[in-house]
């Protein structure tokens, strides 16, 4: 037992060293050609200074880690596997009465921890950074000014309207919206209060106004019912929970939002009319993450593991590094057809994952049993 424990750890040693050494080696390249793609976009801005840039650079850190660490999970076990196997520490392991299972236990609570500590600590890390580094590249290196400056933006909400009624939802839509002086503005507005059973209550019409802290403030408003002639001009105040950050956040990338920020905000949006696809979808990624982190570690060891004596380790290493690269494709694509609404989330995001560890399985049983 004291050997086992001994190997183990051993094991999770070189693992882990081997992990981190590909992630930070991988992060530091993808954050050098992020670093040169700012530096290209700031050359026409001699009044943005290279501390700026060096700035947002820096604030990206930990969402590429977050991209990179599955890869540094894969590509760093198939290094250390491959040296244990070189130097025959494995095989002397496995000639000793040890399964392939029993010294994988380690690298693979090692990946599982990794991951949990990617998704639970450095994820609501990296989305408070990415924000500040969207704001700066908003402010500074952008020409537009988000998404509700745009002239002529159409927006449509739903929520929830205890206004009237407990159950009731109030339909608001904008003809025209921007945002002026840190407050968002709409222009020819029209509001649908219907109740629980689906008849509507009233119809407000305003040709314009503003969200305030807890209500939509409509100047001018005509409030029609139904059979009756419609009222004179009033300022309407119609109840709501949404704040201008929510509204923009609605907008905005997912990445910016911590995981622990997500089910809640998820909620808001569905209740507010907004599509919280893409926020379901991140959610779940970011659930799947250590389970990913796993796999990659499996993945790794079925790829590198062959003993050297039996020829062909190169051409096994580079099927492994072929099949990590075959789960990042399926992952995106099955991303895509998640954010396009012909899987749901839930699928999308577990999906590939599943595939991966699959494949693991397979190879590591017939590595061991043959």
Known sequence: MVVSVTLSLYIARQFMLSVM???ASL????CLFDFIDLLRRVATKPDVPTSLVTEIAG????YFFMEIMPFGVLLGGIVCFWRLTRSSELVVARAAGISAWQFLAAPLACALMLGTLTTGIISPLSSVMYGRAETLDEQYLRTGGGPLTMSGASLWLRQLDSGLDERGVAILHSRDTHLKDGTLRIQDVSVFRIDRH???ILRIEAPS???EAGYWLLEQAHTLRPDEMAGPPETVMLPTDLTLNRVQESFAS???LSVWALPGFIRLLERSGFSSIRHQLHFEALLALPILA??????AAGFSMRPTRRGGVAKMIGSGVAAGFLLFTVSKVAEQFGNSGALPPLLAAWAPTGAGLCLAV???LHLEDG
Not at 27 to 30: A, K, M, P, R, S
Not at 294 to 299: E, S
């Open 21 to 23: 050494a590909m992630t």
């Open 27 to 30: 992060t530091g390249i993808v």
């Open 59 to 62: 604030l990206h850190i930990p």
């Open 198 to 200: 689906d008849h509507l």
């Open 209 to 211: 106004g503003r969200l």
């Open 254 to 256: 997912p990445d910016t």
């Open 294 to 299: 796993g796999t990659m570690a499996l993945v």
């Open 362 to 364: 397979s190879l590591l």
